[in-house]
């Protein structure tokens, strides 16, 4: 088989697994973060995560949502951001738990696990893009956490033409070296 079936087959698998929700409760919905705005709200597709990951709350999959992101180029923290964003629609200021140490996945999942030991919490449900769900997921079992569930962002554009063979790369990067 050529590398380039190879690479379309594992594309393939990455997506339809992205795409493939698994509603399950879990101690903790995390987010990972993603651009925001000049104006300082989520991105549309930010939005999206975070409009899945709230829906799951509201329908008691979880009680509480990390939402975890850095300060980027935009000078936000993108943490502070989403947790408004949440706020506005009427998550609770105590339900959201921020990390805005979230440079990259890794650093996300690696600051998820410490934050969840430290509560006493062991499972966790995945809220962001299908093509990241792989990734996210397996990010998480790495740094000892239960993946109970994901959810994807319902949100498609453009740049995923970009984005699903370049998370293909990075999950096999990722898988081989971590």
Known sequence: MSALAVFLLATAALVLAGLNDKLAPADVIVVPGNTI????????????????????????????????????????????????????????????????????????????????RQHGWHTAMVATQYFHVPRFRLALERSGITVSGNVHAPYFELRDVYSVPRETVGYAVYFALH
């Open 37 to 116: 705005l000049s104006d300082g709200t989520p991105s549309p597709r930010l939005q999206a995560r975070l409009d899945v990951a709230l829906k799951q709350f509201q329908e008691h999959r979880a009680p509480r949502i990390l939402v975890s992101g850095a300060t980027g180029k935009e000078g936000f923290d993108e943490a502070a951001a989403m947790a408004r964003y949440l706020q506005s629609r009427g998550v609770p200021a105590g339900a959201i738990i921020k990390d805005n140490q979230g440079w990259t996945t890794d650093a996300t999942a690696r600051n998820a696990a410490a934050l969840m």
